[in-house]
């Protein structure tokens, strides 16, 4: 949450020519309930999430197009709602009725061919998501933000088991410079394709 990832995916969508998928944020019922209560309202926000991203993993699987998502499954399960209930936000018994039904998805699911990972601190992500100004947002405490980066770290670096490229955004600006953008293209030509420039 404000690594810069809905913009990159926007790029790199019409880089490439890829059909891009984005987090149903706007479309979340339970969003702005669970910035203001976030232990009442955290099992039905991670299930929308859940649900919505399962959807996401079908049509993927039925089209031959190639597929750019804003956010994972995976991240939405091994980031957030671990975060959610290392907090105590989300109780044992709710967690593992989630867990299930995320182990049950996975029986369908493939793996990315390549997840990329906008690394990021916390002071740049808190820039990035007071100048977006969603309301719902400008509470979110910092200990929240820094729980979220190092579940991400160790999501990333120990548990996934997928191809990662990771990106240092803080001191990039690759919507308004092309420098930046170009050096991610590289990268990504690099990994997915076997292209050095």
Same mark, same amino acid.
């Given at each position: 949450?404000?690594s810069?990832?809905?913009?990159l995916?926007?790029?790199?969508?019409?880089h490439?020519g890829?059909r891009?998928?984005?987090?149903?944020?706007d +479309?979340?019922p339970?969003l702005?309930d669970?910035?203001?209560?976030?232990?009442r309202?955290s099992?039905?926000?991670e299930?929308?999430?859940?649900? +919505?991203?399962?959807?996401?993993?079908l049509?993927?699987?039925?089209t031959?197009e190639?597929?750019?998502?804003d956010?994972?499954?995976?991240?939405?399960?091994?980031?957030?709602?671990?975060?959610?209930?290392?907090?105590?936000?989300?109780s044992?018994?709710d967690?593992?009725t989630?867990?299930?039904l995320?182990e049950s998805?996975?029986?369908?699911a493939?793996m990315p061919d390549?997840?990329i990972?906008l690394?990021?601190?916390?002071p740049?992500?808190?820039?990035?998501?007071?100048?977006?100004g969603?309301d719902y947002?400008q509470?979110?405490?910092?200990?929240?933000?820094t729980?979220?980066?190092?579940?991400?770290e160790?999501?990333?670096?120990?548990s996934?088991k997928?191809?990662?490229?990771?990106?240092e955004?803080d001191?990039?600006?690759?919507q308004n410079?092309p420098?930046?953008?170009k050096?991610?293209?590289?990268?990504?030509?690099?990994?997915l394709?076997?292209?050095?420039?």
């Amino acid at each position: 949450m404000g690594s810069g990832k809905t913009t990159l995916t926007n790029m790199l969508s019409r880089h490439y020519g890829w059909r891009a998928r984005f987090e149903s944020v706007d +479309e979340n019922p339970y969003l702005e309930d669970y910035y203001k209560d976030i232990s009442r309202w955290s099992f039905n926000l991670e299930v929308f999430f859940l649900k +919505e991203r399962f959807k996401d993993l079908l049509a993927i699987n039925e089209t031959s197009e190639t597929i750019i998502q804003d956010r994972s499954i995976f991240e939405g399960v091994y980031v957030f709602a671990a975060n959610n209930r290392a907090m105590g936000q989300l109780s044992d018994r709710d967690f593992d009725t989630y867990m299930e039904l995320f182990e049950s998805m996975m029986m369908v699911a493939k793996m990315p061919d390549l997840m990329i990972y906008l690394r990021s601190s916390v002071p740049h992500l808190v820039a990035n998501i007071q100048k977006r100004g969603r309301d719902y947002e400008q509470g979110i405490s910092l200990e929240y933000l820094t729980n979220l980066n190092d579940r991400y770290e160790n999501f990333i670096f120990n548990s996934y088991k997928g191809r990662v490229l990771t990106i240092e955004v803080d001191k990039l600006d690759y919507q308004n410079r092309p420098e930046d953008f170009k050096g991610i293209i590289d990268r990504i030509d690099a990994e997915l394709f076997g292209l050095f420039v």
